[in-house]
């Protein structure tokens, strides 16, 4: 286990060589680990000033020799990450020049920091709750824009705040049902069943709400899966190769060209989509032909999103309108592909429910209708409106289980009340979706940590 009381260090740029590297001390000998390794330039060492980076050198205490020319800022607790003393020695980022400087810091005084302990101290300090922790991993990690930008909004604060509005209403509901049973001889009611059926659907709307918006947050977090079907020879590769921007599949002007599913993953205005291009379905010649439109059947079936894709020039086959009944549940964009051709397609036989709104007319040689095609896509994925709510949403598969959980104690509760049982009963669930919910910022864990762990 982490010793809260130890000063620690760690390099904070990621390994590699680059124009600047960081050291991170942090601990209530922060500043006297410092002391002994670096040499402000035109100032005594006491007069250096919190929150202003001071030019100076890396000394090795054991020879006095420099060891590399740095800047260094001081960040005064609680003003810093950890809310501890920080410092933060930034020199020149080349890995051996690095580990010594890590190693001078090491003897004199400080221990090597676990992995995420800089942002455990945040949270131990109540300066971050742990979806805020959470999101710090999320943001370092993020692949796309929109992970980024969620990411951020979580670690401002947006889902903490909804979480701690929720946090409040359970603690003022539990608060008044409790003084009505301590108080029961009183003759005055704290709180009516009416008035604890009206904040216990309330809850029940908010929490249904957050558990809803899981399944969008883990779109934008993990991404989506999206299949490309069709006929042979209607462009399937040639679209697959572009959004992927190299010739990823064999593109030939022979039907039966793809044979098996390839997947890969592209980002598609910001969206983390893994996507498979399929073989084309038509009554297989061969074995292999059959193997390979058994896995296109399955790849519509798990898909999230598919686009199925037709010639614009040549008339609709058998093959394409079976295709577009097998794809009708699901969420689908019907692709016109091949519009710098003569048109001899006929769309008038699809039901006006396919052609509508989910058309998109496109040259994969030409380029035209490209760009509206992702537009499209990634409309049909996050339904349009999007990043506005992001920060809110649940975007982590632990969050959204313990609000389930939260969610069926509340129900609990609620339904006790509707048999008539009385508030120890109704209180009994109530606490328990408290405690819950407290398990998401890490209030529970905080309130039964030690004091000094
Ligand atoms: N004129 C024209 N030709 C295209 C267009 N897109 C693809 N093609 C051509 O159509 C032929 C078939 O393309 P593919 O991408 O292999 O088609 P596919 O759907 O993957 O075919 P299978 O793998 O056999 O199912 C190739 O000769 C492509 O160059 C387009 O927008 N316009
Ligand atoms: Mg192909």
Do not use: W
């Amino acid at each position: 286990m982490h010793h809260v009381e130890d000063t620690i260090a760690a390099i904070s740029t990621p390994p590699g060589r680059g124009g600047l590297g960081i050291i991170r001390v942090s601990g209530s000998r922060a500043l006297a680990v410092a002391k002994k390794v670096f040499r402000p330039g035109s100032i005594p060492f006491r007069e250096l000033k919190p929150n202003q980076a001071t030019l100076g050198k890396v000394i090795d205490p054991s020879n006095q020799r420099e060891v590399d020319q740095a800047l260094m800022t001081y960040f005064k607790r609680p003003r810093s990450y950890t809310r501890e003393d920080v410092v933060e020695i930034s020199c020149h980022g080349s890995p051996p020049l690095l580990y010594h400087i890590l190693e001078i810091v090491l003897q004199a005084g400080a221990r090597l920091a676990e992995p995420g302990e800089f942002t455990y101290r945040a949270f131990l300090h109540g300066r971050i709750d742990l979806v805020q922790a959470e999101a710090i991993n999320d943001l370092i990690n993020a692949k796309t824009h929109y992970q980024a930008e969620l990411a951020y909004q979580q670690l401002q604060g947006k889902l903490s705040l909804r979480l701690q509005a929720l946090d409040h209403k359970f603690l003022d509901l539990i608060a008044r049902a409790e003084a009505s049973i301590d108080f029961v001889d009183e003759d005055y009611l704290f709180i009516t069943p009416q008035e604890i059926e009206h904040h216990l659907s309330e809850l029940i709307d908010e929490l249904s709400s957050l558990e809803q918006s899981y399944t969008r947050g883990r779109v934008l977090r993990e991404g989506i899966s999206m299949a490309i079907v069709g006929s042979p020879n209607v462009g399937k590769s040639s679209l697959f190769n572009h959004f992927l921007a190299q010739e990823r599949a064999i593109v030939t002007h022979l039907p039966g060209t793809t044979r098996d599913i390839i997947v890969e993953s592209v980002n598609i205005e910001g969206i983390p989509i893994n996507f498979s291009d399929t073989a084309g379905m038509r009554q297989p010649a061969d074995l292999i032909e059959k193997e390979g439109v058994r896995r296109s059947r399955q790849a519509i079936r798990e898909a999230d999103v598919i686009i199925a894709m037709v010639d614009n020039s040549r008339p609709l086959t058998q093959e394409d309108r079976m295709i577009i009944d097998e794809i009708r549940q699901k969420n689908f964009l019907l692709i016109i592909n091949k519009i710098d051709l003569p048109a001899k397609i006929n769309l008038q036989k699809l039901p006006p429910s396919v052609t509508d709104h989910r058309t998109v007319r496109i040259s994969v040689k030409t380029g035209e209708g490209l760009p509206r095609l992702k537009e499209k896509i990634s409309a049909s994925i996050l339904e349009g409106d999007l990043p506005e709510s992001g920060g809110a949403l649940l975007t982590n598969l632990r969050h959204k289980e313990i609000i389930t959980r939260c969610l069926s104690a509340t129900i609990r509760a609620q339904s006790s009340l509707h048999r008539g049982l009385s508030e120890e009963f109704i209180l009994l669930d109530l606490k328990q979706a408290y405690h819950q919910l407290g398990e998401i910022t890490g209030r529970t864990s905080r309130e039964e940590m030690p004091s000094r762990a």
